[in-house]
């Protein structure tokens, strides 16, 4: 996968969605019709593009995008949360209406469950994404994901594909991608229960984990005769399988480290992933690096201030890498395209 090589080589273009998202912490998830005293509640800023958004923007990758807020109180929140994420407010984009919402549960051991009101996120429209066609040109990325509509979605990845410019599509919330939105990604990133419904009737019944995995290579060869040149399914602590064109798989472990909260661990994977092909790393490195990402977030509370910076991932996989004689320290500053991490 080439990128797009401009002036500014290394930015990256999200088409980003911002929720208000309120979260409960709780010793384990809810069973249906129980209700829970949660230990503490916390409100942040959230929504899957803006996470991926300041992801890339903690790691050094200058963003440009496009971000839909209501004029409710909600939407106040964004600029602030902009701000502080290092992201400039001219990405917002005021829709009359409600803004995007939505409430987590977290338990004990990390594990989450959620859901969202999408508010002025469906309301981004092919004309907002035409409106900024000199910004998706000038990215060497184009990054999407589900909670906006399909239309916005088609419209700039059409715009970079025929400009050069490699696409990423994280389908989640989930939902069957359009043949016209297959044609133009590069790279579909999915989680396990993703890839599961990607499958469908293809999916063996009581599938586990390893024939998922096993299906893998199938899934993508009908993804990669729909335009698709890379498929990335996450499966949280046990990794994630990674299938470019050409039949190459890499298998990415998971980092071992002490489970938190796991809101945000996919968002930081894929920052952390796009972030390092822009740098100019081999899938294999910018693999490592996502994993290191996702190890980071679910290992903190909260989504913003728990996204890793540059600094904080280069320590990590320092620590993380076991070096070999003539190998170099992984440092995320530095381009080193040719460089591979052991281990």
Not at 178 to 189: F, K
Not at 241 to 248: M, N, P
Not at 327 to 335: E, G, I, K, R, T
Request: hydrophobic share 50%.
């Amino acid at each position: 996968m080439m990128l797009h090589q401009t002036s500014h080589a290394r930015s990256a273009f999200v088409l980003g969605s911002f929720v208000a998202a309120g979260t409960f912490h709780v010793d384990r998830l809810p069973r249906p019709g129980e209700s829970l005293i949660a230990s503490s509640f916390a409100w942040d800023a959230g929504g899957k593009g803006f996470n991926v958004a300041a992801g890339l923007s903690r790691l050094g990758v200058p963003v440009e995008g496009l971000i839909p807020i209501g004029t409710d109180h909600l939407g106040t929140l964004a600029e602030a949360a902009l701000e502080r994420a290092g992201l400039s407010a001219s990405m917002l984009r005021l829709h009359p209406g409600s803004t995007g919402i939505g409430v987590a549960f977290v338990g004990a051991d990390g594990e989450n469950c959620l859901a969202i009101q999408p508010g002025a996120n469906r309301l981004l429209s092919r004309e907002a994404v035409r409106s900024a066609a000199a910004g998706i040109t000038s990215a060497a990325m184009v990054l999407a994901q589900f909670e906006i509509g399909d239309d916005p979605v088609a419209e700039a990845f059409a715009i970079a594909r025929s400009a050069g410019i490699p696409t990423l599509l994280n389908a989640s919330p989930f939902r069957m991608p359009t043949d016209e939105i297959l044609a133009s990604t590069t790279i579909l990133v999915v989680n396990e229960t993703e890839a599961e419904a990607l499958l469908g009737p293809r999916l063996p019944q009581k599938a586990g984990l390893a024939v998922l995995r096993a299906e893998a290579t199938r899934l993508a060869d009908v993804l990669f005769e729909r335009g698709v040149e890379a498929l990335v399914i996450t499966f949280g602590a046990e990794g994630a399988r990674i299938v470019l064109a050409g039949s190459t798989v890499l298998d990415q472990p998971a980092y071992p480290v002490d489970v938190v909260d796991t809101i945000g661990a996919g968002d930081a994977f894929t920052a952390g992933l796009a972030a390092s092909l822009l740098a100019g790393r081999p899938w294999d490195a910018s693999c490592r690096m996502a994993a290191a990402c996702g190890a980071i977030m679910v290992a903190r509370h909260g989504v913003l201030d728990g996204l890793p910076t540059q600094a904080e991932v280069t320590d990590f996989l320092r620590a993380h890498t076991p070096m070999t004689e003539g190998s170099v320290p992984f440092d995320l500053a530095s381009p080193a395209a040719k460089h591979r991490p052991k281990g």
